[in-house]
């Protein structure tokens, strides 16, 4: 779905095809992907991603994920992610400049 929007085309359905799924690791591995969230081309169609991700958004949302699962973890891993998808969309610019 990224690569054809990208392409300015629609994708072909692969009846076949297999689809792999990677879950982060590690709170690094959740960094690095939401900061290649925020560099994507899915972010331009959020209207304001500071209001979504920002600081105020991302600790409301990080408390009721944690009390709704009962996982105070959960509230770290959306405040870090939270803040690579905003540091990723706040550096695509520069990214894209740059070649990366």
């Avoid at 959306?78 to 990214?95: C, E, F, K, N, P």
Wanted: hydrophobic fraction near 45%.
């Amino acid at each position: 779905m990224t690569l054809g929007r990208k392409l300015g085309a629609l994708a072909d359905v692969a009846a076949d095809a297999v689809c792999y799924h990677h879950e982060p690791e590690g709170l690094l591995d959740v960094m690095r992907t939401a900061r290649w969230v925020g560099r994507g081309e899915r972010i331009l169609a959020v209207a304001d991603p500071m209001r979504v991700c920002g600081p105020r958004a991302s600790a409301r949302t990080a408390r009721r994920l944690a009390r709704r699962h009962r996982m105070p973890s959960l509230a770290v891993y959306r405040l870090l992610y939270d803040a690579g998808v905003v540091y990723g969309w706040l550096t695509r610019d520069r990214a894209r400049s740059a070649g990366k």
